[in-house]
């Protein structure tokens, strides 16, 4: 069965750290590339950093540069979201996603996960 799943989600205060997992199941993550992106309540979900399987390229958006980075680690078949310096607008529902092409735009992704929720206390 194929499926993303994120953990490492939780309550952290503002100016704290958080790590989240995205784990694959059922494919190989290595040859997708991976998104993440959130949703804060009341709000659309936004894509808010990718990183392309072929050459590890990133991007992420303004509200996140500088505070998070996407490794991914191909022998565990996971990717993370490394979040530092968080904010409490960083509070939201977090979900990874795999497709086969790498996008800025962040549209038409293959597979997602479930989410986990990330809330900054201020």
């Known amino acids: 069965q194929v499926q993303l799943v994120e953990s490492g989600g939780g309550l952290v205060q503002a100016g704290g750290s958080l790590r989240l997992s995205c784990a694959a199941a059922g494919f190989t993550l290595d040859v997708y590339a991976i998104g993440w992106f959130r949703q804060a309540p009341g709000k659309e979900r936004e894509g808010i950093s990718c990183i392309s399987s072929r050459d590890d390229s990133t991007h992420y958006v303004d509200a996140v540069k500088g505070r998070f980075t996407i490794p991914r680690d191909n022998a565990k078949n996971t990717a993370y979201l490394q979040m530092n310096n968080l904010k409490p607008e960083d509070t939201a529902v977090y979900y990874c996603?795999?497709?086969?092409?790498?996008?800025?735009?962040?549209?038409?992704?293959?597979?997602w996960g479930k989410g986990t929720l990330v809330t900054v206390s201020s």
């Open positions: 996603a795999a497709d086969p092409n790498y996008s800025t735009t962040y549209k038409g992704m293959d597979y």
